[in-house]
């Protein structure tokens, strides 16, 4: 598999790489945001299966360049940073990154996220079941076959994995799903990393659909949807 690595550090891109190398990646290295978007340019080239970008870049913002990466393709992106904060992780998941790893992380934690994005891709499994067409609880309108989430007739946007998420709870209200489920049934692997990344996505509805009470949290179990009032 090809990954576009866009790393600043050289130390930390060379030592990287060589780990990734031994794993069977064919490392780019790209310095800044303008050279990472310029190798996703060449069409005679096999395109990426992942790219790890790094968020302080000495030409561009991060976050930014997520944006413009998004734009262009739909190659899976894992944002590494050190900035652990819950509101710069759904930052970066609105902007299109598909997974957030903070540093320091460990290279095995890393490898597994790397292939857990990589095999959701390529198996095609990025949608949660969806038995009925569509949901309609209180104010909030779910459209399974186009993937469209309204509250009070207002149209929301949501990333792939959220909608997934919200689609799922969403289809058994007060049922609680277990955190191993909807990891499983979402994000296609038992991997027990994905639990903050779940957080995360989580927090994310709750903020964009301005329903905090929507999506209950049980304490040691999981999550379960609590359906409003119309």
Known sequence: MRLLLVEDDDHVAAALSAVLARHGFQVVHARNGEEALRALLPADKEPFGVILLDLGLPDQDGYEVCGKIRKRTATPVIMVTARADVRSRIHGLNLGADD????PYDTGELLARIHAVAR???????????PVAALRLGPVAIELPTRRVSVDGEEVQLTRKEFDL?????????????????????????????????????????????????????????????????
């Open 166 to 230: 919200l689609a799922l709870l969403a289809q058994r209200p007060g049922v609680v799903f277990r955190r191993e489920q909807i990891i499983s049934e979402v994000w296609r692997t038992s991997w027990e990393g994905t639990g903050r990344t779940l957080e995360v996505h989580v927090a994310s509805l709750r903020s964009k659909l301005r329903l905090p009470a929507l999506i209950e949290t049980v304490r040691g179990v999981g999550y379960r949807l609590v359906a409003p009032s119309a």
């Open 100 to 103: 957030y790893v903070t540093k």
């Open 120 to 130: 959701r891709t390529t198996s095609g499994e990025d949608t949660a079941p969806t």
